[in-house]
């Protein structure tokens, strides 16, 4: 079946500092990828997603390449800020046929960013 | 934009209570789904519903039922709740199709409280 591992967290980092969450996938099909994003007290967001091998998705900052070779969506940003302060998870979805997908998450990471 | 909201916030229940949580979506999508979210377990799949009136258990549906009336309210039901339910609840929605890739709309989540 479909999995999905990304580091444990809780990760802590200053302001300004570059972030990396790693995430790898096992999938038996072409899945499509997502990092989802929970503030505090909220619901799921959609951060970025990527459709097919090599694309990048890209938004505030973040950034995942979808890499087949090495099975693997790593998040990353250059310069976080106190606002980042989440907790990140990773997904894939695999068609099941006929319109249905089968949606996979990781266990999140939670991040701090401090001043 | 999707919205998917769900009625209650924050619900504080005792135990052997009947609770109805209740989420609405209003982009007329086909499928709809209930997840538990606990710290260090992640995303746990309850039910969700491919269109009205169809339901699937999902990875942990004991203690829960759900009804899907009409296409835009999915409503999970626990029918006689314990402590061990106590936990944040997320409904979310995802079209079907062609131009789908699987990514699912959140709302804000409700969560339970069972004394």
């Known amino acids: 079946g479909n999995s999905v591992t990304q580091m444990e967290g809780p990760v802590t980092l200053s302001e300004e500092a570059f972030l990396t969450i790693n995430c790898t996938y096992t999938?038996?099909?072409?899945?499509?990828l997502f990092w989802y994003v929970q503030y505090p007290g909220e619901g799921l967001q959609l951060l970025l997603k990527?459709?097919?091998?090599?694309d990048k998705g890209s938004n505030k900052g973040f950034e995942a390449t979808y890499r087949k070779e090495t099975t693997s969506f790593h998040l990353e940003k250059g310069s976080v800020q106190v606002s980042d302060s989440a907790v990140y998870f990773c997904a894939l979805s695999d068609s099941t046929g006929a319109g249905s997908y089968q949606l996979t998450f990781g266990k999140g990471t939670k991040l701090s960013v401090i001043p | 934009d999707v919205k998917v909201t769900q009625s209650s916030r924050y619900l504080v229940k005792r135990t052997g209570e009947k609770v109805f949580l209740e989420c609405v979506q209003d982009m007329d999508h086909e499928n709809m789904f209930w997840y538990r979210q606990d710290p260090g377990l992640g995303l746990r799949l309850i039910y969700f519903s491919y269109d009205v009136k169809m339901k699937e258990k999902g990875d942990i549906p004991e203690g829960y039922s759900v009804s899907r009336e009409k296409k835009e309210r999915f409503s999970l039901i626990l029918e006689s709740a314990s402590t061990n339910q106590t936990s944040m609840y997320l409904c979310?929605?995802?079209?079907?199709?062609?131009?789908?890739?699987?990514?699912?709309?959140f709302g804000e989540g409700s969560r339970l409280t069972v004394l």
């Open positions: 990527a459709t097919k091998a090599d």
């Open positions: 979310a929605s995802r079209p079907t199709g062609t131009a789908a890739t699987g990514e699912l709309f």
């Open positions: 999938a038996t099909g072409y899945p499509s």
